[in-house]
């Protein structure tokens, strides 16, 4: 976590050979967007790393600011995703690469992947024996050539501590936010998220864009009920009472909720709670037992205890870490 800092935390986006664009543009969205959550500074500066002019997936060619070596100041090293080469064929990569990536790790600095890009890492051996996302469409190629790695493709990101990994383009919007809000706490991270117009946080992971059916017609999804539960997250809400408002049956309420968010809706609702509790400890000097009850978690104890699940850490220290950013 980087906070009350005079210099920017600094993060290399290594720019390779096929590189997707989207995917090498999310970073520079996202963390230049973060600064308008901040009190004074900038919170990140990114750099455009590699060697010449790239071809790009998309068949436009660009050109990085800064040379691969610069990487070696940064605090996060980020890898987007690529379509073509060696990492996604035949595990092979070019050995500055692999260089610039193991000397980051060795150093401690952050490894970061968006999309394919952990084939990347992947290739470089950084994510062997270690839990890791990319996306699912690339889940029989990537998960052959690297069998030593922990493949999950369903989630939209994956945090491994000191290294993290993002399913499929828009999820690197999902896993840079998560970052954001990791560094920064959850109200500079919402800023970055209102100015990029995205939502914070997505329920699920990526197993609902898997190509299946059509889906049902809008408005007979569970959208409205959880809209309806976030504007009640202080009182008690019961799975019936979710899907009485949803005008279903609780099997098919549950079913359905599973379907379009990856979770329960009991999970949800205490993620939900979790987050709003997070809110209001960065954001008010409220008692630790209000902030429980106007969270819908009940008690100081409880709160605590899902804090700490989540997270790690109690309420106190949550808040002295993040209730003064900038």
């Not at 800092?5 to 543009?25: K, N, Q, S, Y």
Request: proline fraction near 6%; glycine fraction near 10%; include cysteine.
């Amino acid at each position: 976590m980087r906070k009350n800092r005079a210099m920017p935390h600094v993060i290399a986006v290594l720019v390779l050979d096929a590189v997707v664009p989207f995917d090498l543009g999310v970073p520079a969205q996202v963390f230049g967007a973060a600064r308008h959550g901040v009190a004074r500074g900038r919170p990140y500066e990114v750099l455009f790393c590699g060697e010449g002019t790239v071809r790009t997936a998309a068949g436009f060619t660009v050109t990085p600011d800064h040379p691969l070596s610069a990487a070696e100041r940064a605090d996060t090293v980020l890898v987007p995703g690529i379509n073509a080469g060696g990492p996604v064929t035949d595990g092979t990569l070019p050995e500055p690469v692999r260089a610039a990536l193991h000397s980051a790790a060795d150093r401690g600095a952050r490894i970061v992947s968006i999309c394919t890009g952990a084939s990347v890492l992947a290739a470089a051996g950084l994510l062997d024996g270690r839990p890791a996302a990319t996306h699912w469409g690339w889940a029989k190629r990537i998960g052959g050539l690297y069998p030593r790695v922990r493949w999950d493709f369903d989630v939209l990101f994956m945090d491994d501590g000191d290294v993290l990994t993002s399913a499929g383009v828009g999820a690197g919007v999902d896993l840079c936010l998560h970052i954001v809000r990791s560094d920064y706490g959850a109200e500079v991270a919402n800023a970055a998220a209102r100015r990029c117009v995205v939502p914070p946080w997505r329920d699920g992971g990526q197993a609902q864009y898997i190509e299946r059916p059509v889906p049902p017609a809008a408005g007979s999804g569970t959208e409205p009920t959880r809209a309806w539960v976030l504007d009640r997250l202080s009182e008690p809400v019961t799975l019936e009472e979710m899907a009485r408002h949803a005008r279903m049956s609780v099997r098919t309420f549950t079913r359905r909720f599973r379907d379009e968010t990856g979770s329960s809706p009991r999970q949800w609702l205490l993620r939900q709670r979790v987050e709003h509790a997070r809110l209001l400890l960065e954001s008010t000097d409220l008692a630790v037992d209000v902030v429980a009850r106007r969270s819908g978690l009940g008690s100081a104890a409880a709160l605590r205890q899902h804090l700490h699940a989540t997270i790690g850490v109690a309420p106190s220290a949550y808040r002295r870490t993040f209730r003064h950013a900038g």
